[in-house]
């Protein structure tokens, strides 16, 4: 007997990009698109009620944009799996968006296959960042978030200790894969849990 398909939820204000996602995701055997959301509050409306295993979800929709929306649902007593896309890079919204305890990060310019790709990695309970913007996110995290305690790191394995290292070299997802032996898909799981370990908590106050 095959497993059930992974259930998912698109949020996005523009519909062109909701038929488009939805086309890509349930031309998959494992994958069923349950519902659409125009925008942060709709989705939380529609997670309640479809109760779906990820939740694509746009950043910039009017009425509550996709990072408050990601916030709320994270404190959800069934807490949400979501993949955040956009369109922007480099904008503040990738910090903010795993610090509201989103499960992973992918741009909407990337192939098909990498939007089919992500929502298996972060329905598995993994998480997923963009190739493309990982080292400038971690750029950005070392500038914003307060220095690591003893204790902090110590919630790392072995293995996100060495990720950790290399990516204060400035190593991209490849070289680091390469560095380890790994595959380039274990990276980004590696460096999307170091990140999530080491994020600000509530409480402590980030450097300015």
Do not use: C, W
């Amino acid at each position: 007997m095959s497993d059930p398909p992974i259930r998912v939820l698109i949020a996005d204000d523009q519909a062109l990009m909701r038929t488009g996602f939805r086309m890509i995701l349930d031309a998959q055997d494992d994958i069923e698109v349950v519902g659409e959301a125009i925008d942060g509050a709709d989705a939380i409306r529609r997670f309640e009620k479809l109760a779906p295993d990820v939740v694509v979800m746009d950043v910039r929709m009017p009425t509550m944009d996709g990072i408050e929306a990601t916030r709320r649902l994270a404190a959800l007593e069934r807490p949400a799996r979501v993949l955040i896309l956009t369109t922007f890079d480099l904008d503040d919204y990738v910090y903010e968006a795993l610090r509201a305890g989103a499960s992973g990060f992918l741009l909407k310019d990337r192939p098909p296959e990498e939007l089919v790709a992500a929502v298996r990695v972060i329905a598995a309970g993994e998480a997923l960042l963009a190739p493309s913007v990982t080292r400038r996110l971690i750029e950005e995290f070392a500038r914003r978030a307060p220095t690591p305690t003893r204790t902090e790191l110590d919630e790392l394995t072995e293995r996100e200790r060495e990720v950790l290292v290399l990516m204060a070299r400035g190593l991209s997802n490849a070289e680091i894969a390469r560095a380890l032996f790994v595959a380039e898909t274990t990276v980004k799981t590696h460096v999307g849990r170091v990140l999530h370990k080491l994020r600000p908590r509530p409480g402590r106050r980030a450097r300015v």
